[in-house]
């Protein structure tokens, strides 16, 4: 697992699963803690999560509504994104989708235009 950026974005790559989910707990928690605004986590270059993986996210996600900020998903894998579905996390999660024309958009359980999977 790799993970590169700053307090804004973060590129996640590789394998976010119970081997890695401590240090990714931790660059995910300090990227919070030092930014303001939205910190997206851009997913592209991840190749697989399991449970422990999704518990660091959903704790980011947590540790980011606390400090006013907002966690955004970008590029989610489809693999993953049928996980979120299926869960139905994606009414929790902020989860960028390419808007038409190649723009990006971010959704949340309010309904925003762009978001993956309407309620």
């Not at 950026?5 to 996640?12: N, R, S």
Request: aromatic share 0%; proline share 3%.
């Amino acid at each position: 697992m790799h993970i590169r950026g700053d307090h804004a974005e973060l590129v996640v790559g590789g394998r976010l699963d119970v081997r890695s989910a401590a240090d990714a707990r931790t660059v995910l928690h300090a990227a919070v803690d030092s930014g303001d605004g939205d910190l997206v986590l851009d997913l592209a270059e991840l190749d697989s999560w399991d449970a422990t993986g999704l518990g660091v996210i959903m704790g980011a996600h947590r540790r980011a509504g606390r400090c006013g900020r907002r966690l955004v998903l970008r590029e989610v894998p489809s693999q993953m994104q049928r996980l979120l579905v299926a869960t139905r996390l994606h009414r929790i999660l902020a989860i960028e989708t390419p808007a038409p024309g190649g723009s990006r958009a971010a959704g949340s359980r309010s309904g925003q235009s762009g978001i993956l999977a309407k309620p």
